[in-house]
């Protein structure tokens, strides 16, 4: 059954979403925003089965990889800007985002039709695709939870210092406690996404990377069971912000973020000192 959905499936979904969106400016309704959100999600599923079937012959070693073509590319990026919007819509329901960011998706999926029949990337380019996505939000994501501990840090400093009523110091001045702790949150949330994107990319280079090039790595590899437990550590941290309303204040959020450094110093050493660092 699941085999069967089509872009049309996804698209009507987002459509009716933008209407619901749009609806904003006329009127006001309580069931508005659990419909909104139920149509976005279901796209959101529709949209990753569909690219899930679209890639299930790489896994058995037939058809051409994710990325390996501008429709592909086309239809990961609007998953991605779909995906974005729900954590957006979840997190600030008041903002009307979607008036933005839904046509931008609906405008990706356009193009990815339109290019449906383009021949698709040539396998060297298609490795360079998912390359450079691995490495680029592998470094975007370490450099956010990075931010994330040295604002967790700057958080725990000014929180005792405010709490004993310790005069500042001359030329030691530290943002508010307000600003550091919505810092916190949204870093937990931001490294959350690029490593997820990080992680995925791997996955997808070891299934379809020849071995000859080095690219195929054991699933067991301390790199790969590391980051792994560094992602689930950020997804179970996400969820528990968003869901334990007081993990959202307060010193929390700066212990959380402390405890992903933790976590992404650990792969970071089998990283640099393993083979993955080998070039």
């Not at 979840?90 to 609906?106: C, D, E, H, Y």
């Not at 990706?108 to 449906?116: C, H, K, Q, T």
């Not at 060297?124 to 592998?138: C, E, I, N, P, S």
């Not at 950020?234 to 959020?253: I, W």
């Amino acid at each position: 059954m699941l085999s069967g959905i089509t872009i049309t499936c996804f698209a009507a979904s987002y459509a009716v979403s933008l209407a619901l969106e749009i609806s904003r400016l006329f009127f006001r309704t309580a069931v508005r925003f659990p419909l909104l959100l139920g149509f976005t999600v279901a796209g959101l599923f529709a949209h990753a089965v569909y690219l899930a079937t679209r890639a299930e012959g790489v896994v058995s070693g037939h058809g051409i990889p994710p990325l390996a073509s501008w429709f592909d590319f086309c239809l990961v990026a609007a998953w991605f800007l779909a995906g974005a919007y729900v954590v957006l819509t979840v997190r600030r329901p008041q903002n009307a985002v979607g008036i933005f960011l839904l046509p931008m998706v609906l405008l990706l999926i356009g193009v990815a039709v339109l290019f449906r029949d383009a021949p698709p990337f040539n396998e060297q380019k298609a490795l360079y695709v998912w390359r450079m996505m691995h490495g680029f939000a592998l470094l975007a994501g370490t450099t956010a939870v990075a931010l994330g501990f040295t604002t967790g840090l700057m958080y725990l400093i000014q929180s005792y210092r405010l709490k004993h009523r310790l005069p500042p110091r001359k030329g030691f001045r530290l943002p508010s406690l307000e600003w550091l702790q919505d810092f916190n949150r949204e870093s937990i949330l931001v490294s959350t996404c690029l490593l997820g994107v990080g992680f995925a990319s791997g996955v997808i280079l070891n299934l379809i990377g020849p071995a000859e090039q080095g690219l195929a790595i054991a699933w067991t590899d301390p790199v790969v069971v590391s980051s792994g437990c560094l992602f689930a550590w950020l997804v179970a941290a996400s969820v528990f912000e968003f869901c334990y309303e007081p993990a959202r204040q307060g010193t929390k959020v700066a212990y959380l973020t402390l405890a992903s450094f933790v976590f992404l110093g650990l792969a970071l050493f089998f990283v640099l000192f393993g083979n993955h660092a080998v070039p």
